[in-house]
């Protein structure tokens, strides 16, 4: 097997929402889940929260691949609820629900998070979109994640999907991370020397009695606690298809260029985890809708410039894993925005017609109903 195959796998997470109110379903109906499982077995599982569910692709050698088994997933789960009055949406929170009213799946890992960090795992009313790629190799794979740290925040600014929180425009893209940020090991990984370098850190706080295993390291990229892969964390919920696709084959691709450099006995430069988690806050506060930090030249950089360069950069790999036109629609993303200024827009344009503040959120949750679905 090769150190690297780089298969994907795609895993995101749906909000729940009664059909009538818009609102969230914080305790759904029997017999939905045991449906979503007997159609899609392993595939869908529950979450933190009862109003959630989570589904994964297969691993997959194509973003085209992943592409159809993700719609496939969509499709089903979107069927599924609404045979019981409920829709899903794929943004990683929803523009008005609270948090204090939602019910925790019961399940003992789950009472155990809760037990752990509890009020900051209960306001954890967010959904996330988390990319597997195969490093079978354990040194390769924290290589990997020390390098691919810089081009995280790029990821982020592409898949912002979270601007409203309990009724409220917070002014940022992705608030979702202000909410995972409250919890313990997150945020950008450490650098680590090698694999069993890695091993001795997660070694000296499980035996400290600080965590069960790595699978509670919650960084924007980590080690996979379950398979063989490199795990990327940081990306919104990406409400179209073709957007979470992108961001996917990204990933990917800049993988394999971050190998083709290992190739050529050459490496991308590990800049300051300060600079790098300035941009995750630029990307965190406004998408792509400003610049970021080019830690090469120094200056500012509109995102639309640093995805043309990320293109070129990666196509040579997007060529090899035939991904070109999935690595492009980057450039539709930077041009015409994420869901963060789609639902920003339907928000003022219902208001402007005279919707009051409620109607203008649901009609919020029914764009992102309509576009969790477009095209699968």
């Known amino acids: 097997m090769n150190a690297a195959s780089l298969t994907i796998g795609i895993e995101e997470e749906y909000l729940l929402v009664d059909r009538e109110t ?3 379903v914080a305790s759904p109906a029997p017999g939905l889940h045991e449906a979503m499982n007997a159609a ?23 973003a085209a691949e992943a592409r159809a088994d ?74 990997l994640m020390n390098q691919v740290a810089y081009f995280l925040p790029h990821l ?34 450490d650098a680590m020397p090698s694999w069993s ?38 990306a919104d919920v990406c409400t179209r298809l073709d957007d979470a696709v992108c961001i996917a084959a990204l990933y990917q691709c800049l993988l394999s ?10 490496r991308w430069r590990l800049y300051p985890p300060t600079l790098i988690a300035e941009n995750r806050w630029r990307a965190q506060r406004y998408g792509a809708t400003r610049p970021l930090l080019d830690l090469g030249t120094g200056g500012m950089t509109p995102v639309a410039d640093l995805v043309e360069e990320l293109v070129e950069l990666v196509r040579p790999d997007a060529e090899r894993l035939g991904c070109v036109a999935e690595v492009e629609h980057a450039r539709v993303i930077a041009r015409d925005g994420t869901s963060a200024e789609r639902q920003r827009s339907i928000h003022a344009a219902a208001r402007e017609a ?17 576009e969790t679905v477009d095209g699968v």
Not at 40 to 62: D, H, I, K, N, Y
Not at 355 to 369: G, I, S
């Open 156 to 189: 982020l600014a592409l898949s912002c999907s979270s601007p409203f929180w309990e009724g409220e425009d917070t002014g940022l893209s992705s608030y979702r991370l202000t909410v995972m940020d409250a919890l313990p090991r997150t945020g950008l990984p």
């Open 197 to 234: 370098e890695y091993e001795r850190f997660v070694g000296t706080l499980v035996d400290a009695g600080c965590l069960e295993d790595s699978s509670k390291i919650w960084w924007d990229v980590r080690p996979s606690s379950k398979f063989p892969t490199l795990e990327m964390r940081i």
């Open 354 to 370: 005279g919707a009051d503040e409620a109607a203008a959120l649901r009609a919020v949750v029914d764009h992102l109903v309509a």
């Open 70 to 143: 993700l719609a496939r997933l969509r499709r089903t789960v979107s069927d599924v609820a609404e045979g019981y009055g409920y829709a899903i949406i794929a943004a990683s929170t929803h523009p008005f629900a609270r948090w204090r009213e939602q019910m925790q799946t019961r399940k003992e890992r789950y009472d155990g998070v809760h037990a752990d960090l509890a009020q900051t795992a209960r306001r954890m009313l967010i959904s996330g979109c988390h990319v597997h790629a195969a490093v079978e190799d354990g040194d390769m794979r924290v290589d």
């Open 22 to 24: 818009r609102d969230l």
């Open 40 to 62: 899609l077995g392993g595939q869908v599982t529950r979450e933190f929260l009862q109003c959630q569910v989570e589904v994964g692709s297969a691993p997959m050698r194509t």
């Open 257 to 266: 260029f971050l190998l083709r450099l290992r190739a050529q006995n050459q």
